[in-house]
């Protein structure tokens, strides 16, 4: 993923009225609430907010000591990787903003219509341009924050369904983020289970492109059948080749990231080139960047408006990695890892339990490559006593952290994906909730049922995962269950997903 890792606050001493349950409390708090929300259809970030703040305020009211808690909470708000994702997102909502301005999306919009590409169609070639990103770059938010600006709003003048539109975005970013060689999650999960890169790699694609198999003939069929082709704002004569300059612009992000260049460099970059492109080709004015409204004593513009729309997610970020501090600081990540892995006696239950860990870790982290890293270690132990290869525990970890973050409403990708779709009304495209685009990420509910799965034989040869898989993405369309399935592992040489 894009995020840097977080890792612990430093402190481990903080203690709560109630011990453990108290320290937790907080946080179960802001679990419930963010579903209630989303399940109720709240879809802006900014509705989490006073979740997040009476959570933490639950935690300083609970903790024995509330200035050592008032401390870590701000030592985990003011962690550089914070910074780095508000700046990021920061950025992001200016791109997004100049993009959506600046001609690209009437042009997508009649390249799409030339190419005969619209509904599922356009939905499919999103997951695919979002995977080949996300894969070449190895950041899933970097992905979500170039492409999402760009495919989502041309979505609605090709007929796309905008639910599955941002699923297939996101799915994309999921996709990459699973198997390139240069993700953190890939980097972590085999660093820590000391397994050579290059079998990783290969042993997770026979997992990871079948999912997206699926994926993609959910995105085609569905992807189209609730939606109609939406209007351009100025009308359909505005649909052109004109804007297809501007194409320059996330081609020059992505490039940069694929150099291994840090995400905010490649988003400023990102922004100075769109400046220079949209005034060059008159998509927009100097006036129209910034101005200064003297008689309401305020200044207005694209960039300002752009920033904007970066604000909520950053408080929720910030708010969030405050509460997480809470946690780390009570030491109950280390305290879950020992437990979960005490008793097992077979190699079964020490990949179940191996999985119910890294799920918790990364609940209570809230980040990919830190709920690796927490608990790699005592995976690598496990799994070595009872044979189970190091591609296996690779993949277990990953697959694991590879899907909720990319599912449900109280984890940075989705909350980011939701803060895309702001302010694109205009072209038809609605914003949507966290809930929505997780719900509709059909990549990352057909790797779940059988990725920890094992089996004899490939799974490519295998007509119980198609069926299988298939049958968990039709799940989504009709609102069914989360499908996990855990089967007693056979061979302990195989290897498994992720």
């Avoid at 198999?213 to 189209?224: D, T």
């Avoid at 809470?326 to 339990?353: D, F, I, S």
Wanted: glycine share 14%; with cysteine; aromatic share 8%.
């Amino acid at each position: 993923m894009s995020q840097e890792p977080a890792g612990p606050s430093g402190q481990t001493d903080l203690q709560y009225w109630g011990g453990a349950l108290g320290a937790f409390l907080p946080f179960a708090v802001f679990l419930v609430a963010v579903m209630i929300l989303g399940l109720s259809g709240a879809p802006v970030e900014t509705g989490f907010w006073p979740v997040l703040l009476a959570a933490l305020m639950l935690g300083l009211l609970l903790a024995r000591d509330r200035s050592a808690y008032s401390e870590a909470i701000l030592a985990g708000m003011s962690r550089p990787m914070v910074m780095v994702l508000v700046m990021a997102w920061l950025l992001a909502g200016v791109l997004g903003t100049l993009l959506a301005e600046s001609g690209l999306v009437p042009a997508l919009v009649w390249l799409g219509r030339e190419a005969a590409v619209s509904g599922g169609g356009y939905v499919a070639a999103a997951f695919l341009i979002t995977g080949l990103v996300a894969t070449a770059t190895g950041t899933s938010l970097g992905t979500i924050l170039v492409c999402a600006p760009m495919l989502y709003p041309g979505g609605a003048g090709m007929g796309a369904d905008p639910a599955w539109l941002m699923g297939a975005i996101i799915g994309g970013a999921t996709f990459g983020d699973n198997v390139s060689p240069v993700s953190d999650t890939t980097i972590a999960s085999a660093n820590t289970q000391e397994a050579d890169m290059g079998g990783v790699v290969r042993s997770r694609m026979r997992y990871a492109l079948p999912a997206a198999f699926l994926a993609l003939i959910v995105f085609s069929v569905w992807g189209g059948g609730a939606a109609t082709p939406g209007t351009l704002p100025g009308g359909e004569d505005q649909a052109g080749p004109g804007g297809l300059v501007m194409l320059a612009v996330p081609a020059l992000v992505i490039v940069l990231l694929i150099r291994r260049r840090h995400l905010v460099e490649g988003l400023m970059m990102g922004i100075l080139t769109a400046v220079i492109l949209g005034l060059a080709t008159r998509q927009f004015t100097a006036g129209d960047l910034f101005f200064l409204d003297r008689e309401a004593y305020s200044a207005s513009g694209l960039l300002l408006q752009g920033m904007q729309r970066g604000v909520g997610v950053s408080i929720f970020t910030i708010l969030l990695m405050g509460l997480v501090a809470g946690l780390e600081g009570a030491g109950l990540v280390e305290r879950m890892v020992r437990y979960a892995t005490r008793g097992a006696t077979t190699a079964g239950q020490a990949e179940r339990r191996i999985f119910a860990t890294v799920s918790a870790a990364v609940v209570f982290t809230t980040h990919a490559a830190v709920a690796i890293l927490a608990v790699g270690e005592i995976t690598r132990e496990v799994g070595k006593r009872f044979g189970i290869s190091g591609y296996r525990r690779s993949n277990l970890l990953d697959v694991t952290v590879c899907t909720y973050p990319f599912l449900f409403p109280f984890f940075i990708p989705t909350i980011l994906a939701a803060s895309t779709t702001a302010g694109l009304e205009g072209f038809g495209a609605p914003r949507l909730s966290a809930w929505t685009i997780g719900l509709h990420n059909a990549h990352s509910w057909a790797l779940l049922p059988e990725g920890h799965r094992r089996r004899s034989r490939p799974p490519h040869a295998s007509p119980t995962f198609l069926m299988s898989g298939l049958q968990a993405t039709l799940r989504i369309q009709t609102w069914g269950f989360l499908p996990v399935g855990h089967e007693r592992p056979g061979d302990p040489r195989s290897h498994g997903c992720a």
